[in-house]
């Protein structure tokens, strides 16, 4: 086990901080079907940003999940990749 993984699984037995961390679970899987999406169609992130009409910084901060894409610029990111976007919902 690595260093970082062996961090994490200690940080995450403190149940407040993996409360936390489990919150961020719909982020995590938005960033994981971004990268899946332009790691498939074999796009670089230039790539992305130029069928975007965007900066490649915009689409670094959106794959790193440190920006808060409206939904119309996560179906942009999904048509420039060849993709669609569908979204799912449960409401709890």
Known sequence: M?????????ALA???IKKEYDALEP?????DALLS??????LTQKEVAAKMGTKESNIIRLETGSSNPTIATLFKYAKACGRKLHLNHTIA
């Open 2 to 10: 690595n260093s970082y993984q062996s961090y994490r699984d200690q």
């Open 14 to 16: 403190n149940p407040e």
């Open 27 to 31: 982020e995590f899987a938005i960033i």
């Open 37 to 42: 999406m332009r790691e498939t169609s074999g």
